[in-house]
Structure formats: C-alpha cells, structure tokens
C-alpha cells in the first residue's frame, strides 16, 4: 500500500466515522449511545491527519510520483525509498470497514444472536418501592425480572403489566420469548434479557411487540425459582426503537 493510499483510507475512515455519527444512526449498530462524542472526535482527528499529509505531500499525484522516484543515482539510499514505507498487501483490507461506514450498514442485531447469546445476569436489588397504580404497567424486561425473582412483596403478582422487545423463537420450535440485546459497551459485549411468553401464537423472528399480560405462575414468586415468565393478554406490532440495544421503558400508549 503506497503513501496515497494511506492518506485516502485515513480520510475515508474520518468521514465513515462523521458520517455514521452525525448524519445516520449507524453507530448504534457498534456501540452504546455514550460513545458517540469520542467517535465524532476520532473522526474530525482522522479527516483532518488525512486532509494534512495530503496536503504536506502536495496532493496524491506528488505522493504517488514520489513513491515510484529512483532518486537521482544508485548510491545509497536511492532507488528503494518507497520499499521502506510499502505496506503489507493485506493492509488493503482496511478499506472494507472504512467503506462500510459510508456504503454499507450492518443488520441489526436481533434473533439470531439473543438465541446464542448469554443471558445477562440481573443486579440484586435490595428494596423495592411500592408499584404505581398505572394499568397497564410499563416496565422494562429488567424491571419485570428483579420484581418476579427478587421482590419479597410479590406486588407483580396481579398487575397487569406491559414490556416491549422483539421475539427470539424458543430452542426447537416450542413458543417464544420476549428479548432486549443490551449493549454494555458496544456490540462485542452484548448481552440479553428475556421474558418467555404464553398465550400467544410465536410471531415472527425480530418483530417488535408491545405484549401486555399478567405474570405466569411458575415457582416462588420473589425467589430465584420464579420464571420471568408473562401470560399475553394482548400484543401489537410496534415500530424498532432508534436506539435498539437498550432495555427502555415501553414509549407506546396501552
């Protein structure tokens, strides 16, 4: 890889990095939210490296003769300047990631990795407040975990709850579950939390859901032997969230 191509793959990757940042949402495919100032940083830095040594060069035409220049005479240290600064011919890879950012946008996680994926291990929570009297109530798969295996009060008992996620198909074909993919850094460490469902026909793999229901009796409830489990009383179709790799509060009126 000569000097011109190292210039143009740190430019394209400062503008992949700008592009995905500040005019899509593509980042949230990579990482968490929190990430996108270091990313937009990155990218300014990367730009402005490739746009200097560009320039410090006299542009890629200059960069380009001065690579293949013998030099004036065959002492030493003419005629194999440009051997000394080539890089290895994999290094063309590195284009792929930085074109991707412009051309090509990744599929969103979904099914297919929460199947095989490990659960994420839920925080011990000590004391519970009293449930609002909100019915249906909102809750996060998290939330609806710690209150079913966790809170002595067993208030979730009879409260019609409502979560919202994405459908993972059981192992084998026998029912579904209710996912979040949680990212606790970026999309290496994701993580999932999921409810299973009863009283439902399985919808589609990756179709987003608002389910409302009650809790499905099985085990002690407030101990870890409950399964977080949801009898459905209802369900919709509702649009992905932008932010996909979080577990939020459901936004979608009952």
Known sequence: MRRPAQTL???????GLLHATLF?????????????????????????????AAAARGGPERAAHDDHDPGPGPGPGHGHGHAHSAAPPVAWLLFLPALSLLFY???????????????????????????????????????????????????????LVRLTGFVTPAAGGDGWYLTRIIFTCCAADS?????????SETPPANTWLAVTGTWHSQGALGTRTAQPALDAQATRPIAQPVNAYTDDLPLTPS
């Open 105 to 159: 946008a990744p599929p969103a996680l979904g099914a297919y990795t929460a199947a095989r994926s490990n659960a994420k291990p839920v925080a011990v929570q000590k004391g519970f407040a009293p449930l609002p009297a909100t019915s249906p109530l909102p809750l996060t798969l998290t939330d609806f975990t710690k209150r079913v295996q966790q809170d002595p009060s067993r208030a979730i008992r009879t409260r």
């Open 191 to 199: 993580q999932t939390v999921k409810i299973r469902v009863y009283g």
């Open 9 to 15: 793959l740190l430019t394209l990757t400062g503008i």
């Open 24 to 52: 899509t949402d593509l980042y949230l495919r990579y990482v968490k939210a929190g990430l996108r100032p270091p990313l937009i940083t990155s990218g300014v830095v990367l730009l402005l490296l490739g746009l200097a």
